[in-house]
């Protein structure tokens, strides 16, 4: 049985617009011995979350010797800041079990909320009385696999709308919220995949970011698959998209999140 651990031990940060969603929370797919686990947050346009994306991908990684906790985070109606606020949280949260390393993985707009924990973080707050408030939520590594990353250009105009709601039009906040216009040489490293036919989400993004990325330094892996729609998970009818789940398992053991 997956244990269903709650990130907080009460009601969470930013709940006035979601009481409904107080508990955010993650499943644990524990590999015993594991080195490294891996955060995976679903897609589904901050308006659902795709089953398909979420404990399938942590069986994969469960394949490779690598724990992995999905992310039940909170979706529209709520708070702009309250998805950001569940995927750290979950960073320091695996972390204080024990693990070496923890990366972050997420699909479309799963995905865009992998990029924002990569590129908002802090180190931890020493005087917290919460002792995972204590550690860092910067992730070791992100995998953002078709990923919204902009909500400038080339966008999905679905998850910007339920992200940020009536702030849509917030310049400030829908820059703050597309991972290419904060990349720094500090953002960690990455693994990102796309098909060049994905008519939903541009392969624009992934290019996007790519290109942030090197801009700044910053190692990553990107594979670009010729064809394929948006949100195939892994993509089991399509063998060769299917490659990308293999290919990031040789990443992530070469990183050493596994013996």
């Known amino acids: ?84 606020s569940d995927a750290s949280r979950a960073i320091r949260l695996v972390r204080s079990l024990g693990y070496e390393k923890v990366a972050i993985l997420g699909f479309s707009a799963g995905g865009n909320l992998c990029c924002s924990a990569a590129t908002h973080y802090d180190r931890g707050n020493a005087d917290s009385d919460d002792p995972i408030q204590r550690l860092s939520s910067r992730p070791d590594a992100f995998i953002p696999c078709y990923a919204v990353v902009s909500l400038f250009i080339f966008t999905h105009g679905g998850t910007r709308q339920h992200l940020l709601g009536s702030h849509a039009g917030d310049m400030e906040k829908v820059r703050y919220f597309s991972a290419e216009q904060n990349v720094t ?4 490293m990455a693994f990102l995949w796309h098909t060049s036919e994905d008519q939903a989400v541009p392969v624009e993004n992934s290019l996007m970011l790519g290109a942030a990325l090197a801009k700044n330094g910053v190692p990553f892996e990107m594979h670009i698959f010729p064809h394929g729609q948006h949100g195939l998970g892994l993509a089991p009818e399509m063998p060769d998209v299917a490659q990308w789940a293999g290919l990031c398992q040789r990443w992530l053991r070469g990183l050493g999140y596994a013996e």
């Open 185 to 188: 040489p500090d953002t960690p």
């Open 1 to 84: 049985m997956n244990r269903k651990i709650f990130l907080w031990p009460g009601e969470a940060p930013y709940t006035a617009e979601s009481p409904e969603q107080a508990q955010p929370s993650v499943t644990e797919f524990r590999v015993p011995g594991s080195r490294g686990a891996v955060v995976v947050c679903p897609g589904g346009g901050y308006e659902m979350k795709a089953d398909h994306e979420g404990a399938p991908i942590a069986e994969m990684l469960n394949q490779a010797g690598i724990s992995a906790y999905v992310l039940d985070y909170r979706v529209a109606p709520c708070n702009e800041n309250a998805p950001l």
